[in-house]
């Protein structure tokens, strides 16, 4: 078994326990234990790199070295966490004057960053710790040629030179870990561009014109649902429907579901361990199709 | 919005204060391509928004107009533009750098507060409801464990956080 320390970050256990229990009980089925470690902190997402880039900086270090001191790389199921303690690692990593300078930060709290663990987003994790074939024999409920709009959002590909996870313009990984349930990852047009989610609070209007689109190409390729990786990309996009039905008098419902869900339903856990109903848009088309 | 520092005498100056910020390095390899504004989601939607243009301000010293308008903020931080960049700019960090120079200016948008008060209080930008909380021992959810509020707080008084955020208090 290999184990990791979760990185939970704070909008999937704030609004997302359908992403949190079917991650937990997928990577725990398919044999990876994940250790909660105490005194873990926000990740220092882009509002705060806004803000200040070196105490951004050093608050991703804060929580990586909770890591190096329990001896575990960490994993994130968030890819707005993934980006920034991935990128901070990276950089601190590369640039030792950098890694000076934000360890005299965090030697007031009486910590240290040594740079010798791994920040890895559980795509990897299920890519190369578990891998496709043990993926594939572990499925009892294969989803029966599912239409999914794959959608990782911008933080799992870019910037790409310090995450360094796929092709930044031609990915595979995750429309392999989408086929490999027995789904198509179909082609849809803009697929890899932004939901526009992070200017939610300063610019709603512009906000949700760009998530508008990403929803309208889904649904004009014909796809069963969008699956997403970012609790904040599922927010703007689920939500967001409700929002664009009040604003633009459109009504879509694509139902947009955690790659974690279909994994776990594919896995055979039971949809009502799972806590389904914090989906706004319902998901009962997706639930008939995969049977 | 009113500008809280005079305008710095010349275009090498707010150029050589963006290349030494954090982020902010690149800014000078630009040759005014497009390439960022075509690759550019919100550019395509608004046109509020252009990145190239920010840049084209910044390298002219335009230190006021950048620093206190509403485009630095507009940016979605999808770094698109930064992987087609032909120089290389490092554009979404240089927008971070402009949007640190501007906040510690105290020039902050209301939504930035409200991150940084999660933060300083919970040591989460979105605090959990007590209710979801509880509601986790019913999902089957392990209790959370604590957060690092105290080790948190010590490195947010070390670079001066909690002082951008909170002293000029503008936005509050
Ligand atoms: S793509 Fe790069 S070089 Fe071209 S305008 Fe944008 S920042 Fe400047
Ligand atoms: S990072 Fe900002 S400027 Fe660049 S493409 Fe994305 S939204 Fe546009």
């Avoid at chain 2, 046109?47 to 006021?64: E, F, S």
């Amino acid at each position: 078994m290999t184990s990791y320390a979760l990185f939970l970050g704070c909008t999937i256990p704030a609004r997302q326990p359908q992403y949190e229990l079917s991650a937990r009980k997928a990577l725990t089925k398919l044999g990876i234990e994940l250790i909660d470690l105490e005194n873990m902190t926000c990740c220092a997402p882009p509002p705060l790199q806004s803000i200040d880039l070196e105490t951004s900086l050093a608050v991703a270090a804060y929580n990586i070295c909770l890591a190096e001191e329990a001896d575990l790389n960490m994993i994130t199921l968030c890819t707005g966490c993934f980006e920034s303690l991935a990128m901070a690692n990276r950089l601190l990593k590369e640039k030792p004057e950098l890694k000076e300078r934000v360890n005299k930060i965090l030697a007031n709290a009486g910590k240290e960053f040594k740079g010798n663990k791994e920040v890895r987003h559980y795509l990897q994790v299920l890519m190369n710790d578990v891998g496709i074939n043990s993926i594939k024999q572990n499925i009892i409920k294969p989803l029966n040629n599912l239409k999914v709009a794959a959608f990782s959002g911008c933080h799992l590909l870019r910037p790409s030179a310090l995450l360094r996870f796929d092709d930044p313009e031609r990915p595979r990984i995750f429309d392999t870990l989408i086929e490999a349930l027995g789904a198509k990852s179909i082609w849809y047009k803009n697929k890899l561009r932004c939901c526009g989610g992070l200017l939610r609070g300063y610019a709603d209007d512009v906000a949700l014109a760009i998530a508008r689109d990403k929803i309208v190409n889904a649904h004009n390729a014909s796809a069963d649902c969008i699956s997403t990786l970012c609790p904040f990309c599922f927010l703007t996009l689920d939500l967001g429907q409700v929002l664009i039905k009040t604003t633009y008098k459109e009504e879509y419902n694509m139902p947009i579901i955690h790659y974690a869900e279909l994994l776990s339903l594919s896995l055979g856990v039971e949809p009502k361990e799972l806590a389904l109903d914090f989906h706004k848009v319902k998901i009962d088309k997706v639930m008939e199709k995969i049977g | 919005m009113a500008e809280e520092k005079p305008e710095k005498p010349s275009t090498v100056d707010f150029a050589r204060e963006i290349t030494s910020k954090l982020g902010g390095e690149t800014i000078t390899y630009c040759y005014q391509c497009g390439t960022c504004a075509s690759s550019c989601p919100v550019a395509k939607t608004t046109d509020r928004y252009n990145p190239r243009q920010i840049l084209r301000l910044a390298l002219l010293g335009q230190r006021g107009e950048v620093l206190t308008e509403d485009a630095i903020w507009l940016c979605a931080s999808c770094y698109n533009c930064q992987e087609r960049c032909p120089q290389k700019v490092e554009i979404a960090d240089v927008i971070y750098a402009l949007r640190n120079i501007a906040i510690s200016e105290g020039n902050i948008p209301a939504i930035y507060t409200e991150f940084a008060t999660g933060l300083m209080s919970e040591g989460r930008i979105v605090p959990i409801s007590k209710f979801l909380e509880k509601k986790r021992a019913d999902y089957g959810l392990p209790p959370l464990k604590p957060t690092g509020i105290e080790a948190l707080k010590k490195i947010l008084s070390a670079t001066g956080f909690d002082k951008i955020m909170f002293k000029k208090g503008e936005s509050q």
